[in-house]
DNA sequence: CAGCATCCGAACCGATACTG
DNA sequence: CAGTATCGGTTCGGATGCTG
């Protein structure tokens, strides 16, 4: 598994970013996602991840590899070379993940709805539900 | 269903607190939940989540019902009366509530001991994901 | 009973700049 | 390449006190 990540894996446009589950830190379960084929690098895990600094990153993947999620693997090369990879907890995830897409493949078009049409009656400030 | 809810529903002290996956805000989840076997007011809803303060509570039901998870019902009475009741919406999120407790049963676990055991090795301020 | 108002501290995320 | 260091802004959750 050595192709590249699709840069576009997750559209920023993708209302996804409104999804109301989350898994761990904001970027947890889109890490989960691009190491689902295999161990990934740093840089190469950072390009779907588009706009995420790498202390940002590094603070998901620290504490991901903290709570036995992923392995960190460090090769004392020039230039130096990191791979992560997921461990059989962190694998155990995917099934999470996958029921959390499902979910909002299905209901997050009714949940925008809802929002949208509180918005129309409701011109109050209304608040970013987004954790 | 009218029977009182268990104000030991969420144990403050299950691990569950550090659970790394979270639906809507802290409490939507566990809002969820009290609210599945049929309409709750808002006292009623404050017992098991023992320490939400009305303020957050306040919050969290706004939310959910701006997003359309749960319906507000005020009785013009007095003393006045308040009932939250999920929508088919709200009740679609229980099957992802369900698969996020089953794999807290069975991983979670394994979470905390991984996190523990690099705590021993790591003395430094461990994030903890818990306020 | 069911909130609202106000203040506060903690957590998290991001931009920028720098290093082995 | 793979981070680290520093600074700052936003958001969230909680404590306290008051009201229709």
């Not at 603070?59 to 590899?65: G, P, S, Y």
């Not at 992923?70 to 990879?85: D, G, I, K, Q």
């Not at 995917?94 to 949208?116: Q, T, Y």
Request: with cysteine.
């Amino acid at each position: 598994m050595s192709e590249p990540l699709d840069p576009e894996m997750f559209d920023p446009v993708c209302p996804s970013s409104a999804m109301p589950i989350q898994i761990g830190d904001k970027w947890t379960a889109m890490v989960v996602l691009c190491l689902a084929g295999g161990p990934r690098r740093f840089t190469e895990i950072r390009v779907p991840l588009r706009g995420v600094t790498p202390k940002v990153l590094t603070q998901t993947l620290r504490a991901m590899e903290r709570d036995g999620l992923v392995t960190r693997t460090a090769y004392a090369e020039n230039p130096p070379r990191v791979e992560y990879e997921l461990t059989p907890l962190g694998r155990s995830l995917l099934d999470l993940v996958a029921a959390a897409r499902a979910w909002s493949r299905e209901h997050l078009p009714a949940l925008l709805a809802a929002r949208a049409a509180h918005e129309d009656g409701a011109p109050v400030g209304a608040g970013r539900p987004e954790a």
